[in-house]
């Protein structure tokens, strides 16, 4: 399976998105590290913040306008859908599934990082400063690992 792994080739520069992605990989490694009974709480918690990261890029990219939204927004939904089916598996004792589904989304989230967040990333560290001080007083996500 492709575990996720932290790696500095994550960091964006852009530190609200830097942080959630660091939430985001201590949850997913938390998923795949977890056990059977722990497994489908571990991947509720996954798709939860997952949520909540997806929808701040979001946010992000529809009040500066971002020239590229369209397809990232796309992407999330896309993704987002699947990670919920998974909430159905996990349900289902459909755990290997499940456990499938968490090793290509480690794989996906280091490409998409480094693709279009990675993009998005340097437009919002062109936006005035006054603006990016707003966007970093939003609360902060935690990574609540059940
Ligand atoms: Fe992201
Ligand atoms: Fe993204």
Redesign the pocket.
Known sequence: MNKVQWSDALLLGFEP?DQ??RDFVDLLAAAQNADDTRLPAAWQAVVAHTED??GR?DDWMRRTHFSSADNHILQHRVVLNLLRDGIGMARAGELERVREMAGELAGWFAK??QSL?AALALHMRRQPAEALTRYRTRAPVHATAP
């Open positions: 998105m959630v992605h990261h997806f890029e998409h990082t967040d």
